[in-house]
């Protein structure tokens, strides 16, 4: 009996999680996949009778859609070189607070955070300013050590390092959070041994503190390139993905092509090449985990 | 070696200040901004310190929202994202607790609903809370958003933080499997149940879309609703909007404030053999 | 095998009595109303415009018809609107965008009222400007009636172009660019326009004003009119000739009470705009019709006010409108929100006609165009910014461009 109650009390730890899940969002996730074979706009909506079944057409088009294929880039060059700028500045600043001294550290968590409550409004207006090509304060900044001004969110070049910038920015607080407890659950004596080993700080951080919180670097990790492969919310209010589709992410383009105009067959067709890439490089992750794990 | 740390502790503070000070400018931005006229807003370059000290944006704030039922309804959304924290907690509990058979394909289950954009399955969801006659509901803005991916993966990394030795000997000595979840697992979770409050709190504090699609009553709208109603009709008006985003984001840091300090309580393994 | 079902089973009760619960305890929202239960003296009513609660209640007195009104952000009415079409459940009466008549038309969302216009005399089409009537009709369909209306004209500083020798604003095209030439000519960071490059509208207009008329039969060779590409290279020669700037710059109200853009268009919102944040230009600045070229036809946008399909009270939702089309309700919502009145006899009112910025806008209002109503209308506008997106910022040869979007366009309209 005892063995039985064992045996099925996963499932019901799980279970309503799962259930609800499976309604609201694996459901819908079905529904949509059918759809991306679909040509549905508004006028499938209204009446399911006008939605043709079109095949891969969506997929086909999606492919020769030099917009598109522009989008993929920028959504690669946005993940390379954000994603372990966004990973590394949290992990570094939950570092620094954890040798500082508490009240310290307490207040500077909440600093830390601020930029991922500050309304986005406010976000495009002070970033807007520092960008500003002729009174932005980075421009004058510049100017004072005789370096001509740069054109931010202008240039197609730059303006996707810029959304960088400003990402990475936003999105410290959170990871800074989970690298924080992280660094918490490590048991003392760990380090205690090391001490009376005659580590030095380098040796402990390298053979200590980052073995022992791996879990949550995977975490943080697999979290962050879905959400730099799913990157929006900077685009959008900054650049509206110009100059010339240059900071064009796919998210971006799966909002502006497939749902501003009710092209739901050509959007969702869109959103499952990006669902694609990102279980491709989740589940390489879990596999590198694995291996890692066992040697 | 003593003094060595000093240097050390004097970099790493003068790092975070400067570090701190750059970071936050927005959001101290955006808190004076509210005592700013509309125009002193948006002036480039822009003035921190506000020229002509004013309240009017809150008083406008305060005078033309129906506040009452839309905190109501907020707080009854952040209730009830409470519980579905607890559901997600349990989930988390469960993969990564436990062996048992279908766990992989459950987790990427799980994994999955993460990975698409919000868009693509908002109609597919709202014809699903239709078909179940839950338009115009509460149950119906909440269901949505009550799982989710983030928080239970969250959890399933923290869990292999406590050691397996200790749900064995509560075993042993007899206790049942909510038991050990309510009574060992959640208190030892301290820290990362801090995070998931905080986090499940800003998102519910937040919630937007669902209740604006849900609803066909304004008597279900939420602050946040309200909050973009009142900036529709003041599209130009940036000083009541930072006035409004100043007002949401208080409880939001006093909730932080409280949560904080609970993530780096540590694990307390030894107390609780009491 | 048998217990592992078991263990299923019970799990699925389980969680199925737990999300029982969290139904069970909350049902406040469950006596709202949809339209398919309302009875025969309630209307729903969608709008994104505000106090609206507090406007109907004069009509709710003269009526009997109790008036549920549901504000909805403009920024997401597309979403509610999408999800009213998926499944069927809408309000009775809703606010209708003008740029979204068509393709929501074409989906079957609204009721054709052409039938019911005669019996209602404040419904008669010869009541409201002719470009918004038009906009209303999709398909031979009458799919709406005019509410308010919308349309941009040039606001200028009455000093600066006075000193470039155009106090009373510039008449034509030619003027205002001799205008716009003389005031960028003042200086490093002066300019003599400013163009909102987002806006697919403008383009249009300056299309329009050159002659050119959309033919929906001939499709995408539309854009091969010279009036269109001529409107194209003066959106270039702005930036080309730096009379406008092409970088955000300094934010407008700003650059505008400084002098640095002495000119913008823009609608009727901007007077209470201005006054409020920049009074203290006050008398140094004014507004003007559209420049001249062939015409000075300008855009025409507002909203409608339509019946969801299925509205089960439709003798109540056309009462409410006939009541809000009623010019005398045009101008108590003028006095409420500054929105002009669709309906042409409100002008005759001395609240308008004797404001002389609003009276300009009267007169602009004659002689407007209103954009295609064919469902496509949005992406070729979005597709007509990016192609001028290339050849202002990224310097491409306007012919080579205009071909490209053509061919774009035609795709679009799938011929």
Same mark, same amino acid.
């Given at each position: ?30 529904? =949509? ?12 909506? =209204? ?10 057409? +969506? ?11 522009? =989008? ?39 600093? @830390? ?24 304060? @980075? ?6 050590? +005789? ?11 730059? =303006? ?70 799913? @990157? ?46 990102i279980i491709l490089v989740t589940v390489l992750q879990f596999k590198l985990r ?6 | ?8 502790? %004097?970099?790493?503070?003068?790092? /975070? ?26 002036? %480039? ?24 039922? !839309? ?5 009854? %959304? ?12 349990? *989930?988390? !509990? ?31 969801? !709202? ?6 006659? /839950? ?13 989710? *991916?983030?928080? %239970? ?16 000997? *509560? ?90 300090? !609970? ?12 | ?5 078991? $263990? ?27 339209? &398919? ?12 415009? #505000? ?38 459940? $809408? ?26 216009? #005669? ?52 008449? &034509? ?36 004003e050159r002659g050119f008329k959309y033919d929906e039969a001939k499709g995408s ?178 012919d080579a461009s205009l071909a490209d979007f053509r061919s774009e366009a035609a ?5």
């Open positions: 009996m005892d063995k039985f109650k064992q045996n099925i009390a996963p499932y019901l730890f799980i279970a309503p999680a799962i259930i609800v899940l499976l309604l609201f969002a694996i459901l819908p996730i079905l529904i =949509a996949f059918g759809i991306s074979f679909t040509d549905m706009n508004l006028l499938g909506l =209204a009446d399911w009778a006008n939605i043709n079944f079109i095949g891969f057409d +969506n997929f086909a088009r999606l492919f020769q859609d030099k917009a598109f294929i522009q =989008a993929i880039g920028n959504t690669f060059y946005y993940v390379i070189i954000g994603v372990p700028l966004a990973v590394l500045a949290s992990f570094l600043v939950a570092l620094a607070l954890s040798y500082v001294s508490n009240w310290l550290s307490s207040v500077f968590r909440v600093v @830390f955070y601020m930029p991922s409550i500050t309304n986005i409004v406010a976000i495009a207006v002070v970033w807007g300013f520092l960008y500003n090509k002729e009174y932005g304060l @980075f421009n004058y900044m510049l100017s004072l050590i +005789n370096v001509d001004a740069i054109s931010w969110l202008d240039n197609p070049a730059i =303006a996707k390092l810029s959304l960088i910038m400003l990402a990475v920015w936003k999105s410290t607080g959170v990871s800074m959070l989970i690298f924080l407890a992280a660094l918490q659950s490590i048991p003392k004596s760990y380090y205690e041994a090391a001490d009376i080993d005659g580590a030095n700080g380098w040796q402990k951080l390298i053979n200590i503190t980052l073995p022992s919180m791996s879990f949550a670097t995977f975490f943080v990790i697999v979290t962050t390139l879905i959400g730099w492969l799913q @990157f929006f919310e900077e685009p959008f209010v900054m650049t509206e993905g110009g100059p010339l589709g240059s900071t064009t992410s796919m998210a971006l383009f799966i909002y502006q092509e497939g749902f501003q105009y009710s092209e739901f067959g050509y959007g969702a067709a869109a959103s499952f090449v990006l669902f694609i890439i694995k291996s890692e794990d066992k040697s | 070696m003593h003094q060595k740390l000093g240097y050390n502790r %004097i970099i790493v503070n003068t790092l /975070l200040f400067i570090g701190g000070l750059i970071i936050a400018l927005p959001f101290v931005w955006m808190i004076l901004s509210s005592f700013k006229t509309d125009r002193e807003v948006l002036n %480039i370059p822009p003035t921190l310190l506000p020229e002509h000290f004013t309240f009017q944006n809150f008083i406008d704030l305060f005078v033309n929202m129906n506040f009452g039922t !839309y905190l109501v309804n907020t707080l009854v %959304i952040v209730f009830f994202s409470m519980f579905g924290l607890l559901l997600n907690t349990m *989930a988390g !509990y469960g993969f990564g607790k436990f062996k048992f058979r279908g766990r992989e394909p459950l987790f990427i289950l799980v994994l999955l609903t993460m990975m698409i954009p919000g868009q693509v399955t908002m109609i597919p969801t !709202y014809l699903i809370l239709n078909e179940l006659g /839950l338009t115009n509901t509460m149950t119906g803005i909440v269901l949505p958003g009550l799982i989710s *991916a983030f928080n %239970i993966f969250l959890i399933r990394q923290f869990m292999s933080t406590i050691p397996d030795g200790l749900l064995e000997a *509560a075993r042993l000595d007899g206790a049942g499997e909510f038991y050990i979840f309510f009574r060992l697992i959640l208190p030892l979770s301290k820290p990362i149940l801090a995070i998931q409050i905080i986090l499940t709190f800003i998102g519910a504090w937040n919630s937007f879309l669902w209740p604006l699609i849900v609803a066909n009553d304004e008597s279900l709208y939420t602050l946040s609703i309200g909050l973009a109603l009142l900036q529709d009709q003041n599209v130009t008006n940036y000083g009541l909007q930072m006035a409004g985003a100043t007002f949401m984001v208080v409880p939001i840091l006093i909730i932080f404030i409280i949560f904080q300090k !609970y993530i780096i309580e540590g694990f307390n393994v030894s107390g609780i053999k009491e | 095998m048998k217990k592992k079902k078991l $263990g299923w089973l019970s799990a699925i009760l389980f969680s199925g009595a737990l999300i029982l619960g969290a139904c069970s305890d909350d049902s406040s929202g469950d006596e709202g109303t949809d339209s &398919t239960s309302s009875g025969d003296d309630t209307i729903q009513v969608w709008t994104m415009s #505000a106090d609206f609660d507090k406007f109907v209640a004069e009509f709710e007195d003269e009526s009997g018809i109790n008036v549920e009104v549901q504000t909805i952000p403009w920024g997401n009415v597309h979403d509610k609107l999408l999800t009213a079409v998926a499944s069927g459940k $809408g309000p009775d009466v809703i606010q209708i965008g003008t740029t979204w008549v068509a393709e929501f038309a074409e989906a079957g969302t609204f009721l054709d009222l052409t039938d019911h216009i #005669a019996d209602y005399p404040n419904l008669n089409p010869d009541n409201f400007f002719d470009a918004a009537v038009e906009s209303t009709q999709y398909n031979g369909q009458t799919v709406g009636i005019p509410w308010y209306v919308d349309t941009r004209l040039l606001f200028y500083r009455t000093d600066l172009l006075a000193e470039a020798g155009y106090p009373e604003g510039p008449e &034509t095209w030619d003027d205002f660019l001799d205008a716009a030439t003389q005031l960028t000519a003042r200086g490093d960071d002066q300019y003599g326009v400013d163009i909102s490059q987002g806006d697919p509208q403008f383009p249009f207009m300056l299309a329009w060779a539309n854009f091969e009119d010279p009036a269109f590409v001529d409107a194209v290279k003066l959106h270039n020669q702005f930036f080309k000739d730096d009379l406008a700037q092409l970088t955000e710059g300094k934010e407008l109200y700003q650059a505008f009470s400084d002098g640095s853009k002495p000119m913008f268009f823009s609608g009727p919102w901007e007077i209470n705009s201005i006054n409020t944040q920049i009074p203290e230009l006050e008398g140094k600045w004014d507004v003007h019709v559209m420049p001249k070229a062939e015409n000075n036809n300008s855009m025409i946008g507002g909203s409608h006010l339509g019946i969801f399909h299925n509205s089960d009270n439709v003798e109540g939702s056309l009462k409410f409108i006939d009541w809000m089309a009623d010019p005398e309700t045009q101008i108590k919502w003028f006095e409420n929100i500054k929105e002009l009145p669709a309906n042409t006899t409100a002008w005759e009112n001395p609240v308008l006609a004797d404001d002389p910025m609003i009276a300009t806008f009267g007169e602009q209002l004659e002689s407007t165009q209103a954009v295609p109503v064919i469902p496509e209308f949005e992406k070729l506008a979005q597709e007509l910014i990016k192609t001028l997106e290339q050849i202002n910022h990224g310097g491409a040869d306007i795709r679009i309209l799938g011929e």
